[in-house]
């Protein structure tokens, strides 16, 4: 069975830095693309960032500059690394990947569990 796993939420300062992890384990044929979605209260889950098997990655602007994403599909991870963190980047943040299990013809999207990441004084 595949699972993603994520790491790395917490509360920080604005200005702060946190590194979100996903790894997603079980038996995976391809992994087509890994990302971040986020959702804060009363407000719609939106991307944050998506890296496709290739390395090409892609941001949503409020992000561009200050957060990046990367991959090691040996290990089946993904990385978010987020710096100069504002307040309105809390929310809770999603792991996702486009996957083919092992056995399986067609591909599927996969959720982590959420962490929740918090940027207040």
């Known amino acids: 069975q595949v699972q993603l796993v994520e790491s790395g939420g917490g509360l920080v300062q604005p200005g702060g830095s946190l590194r979100l992890s996903c790894t997603a384990s079980g038996s995976i044929s391809d992994i087509y693309t890994m990302g971040w979605y986020r959702q804060a209260p009363g407000k719609q889950r939106e991307l944050v960032a998506v890296?496709?098997?290739?390395?090409?990655?892609h941001y949503i602007d409020s992000v561009k500059g200050r957060f990046t994403i990367s991959r090691d599909n040996a290990k089946n991870t993904a990385w978010l690394q987020m710096n100069s963190l504002k307040p309105e980047d809390t929310a809770v943040y999603y792991c996702n990947a486009a996957l083919r299990p092992h056995g399986s013809l067609i591909g599927y999207d996969y959720w982590g569990q959420g962490t929740q990441v918090t940027v207040s004084s």
């Open positions: 890296i496709v098997m290739g390395g090409n990655t």
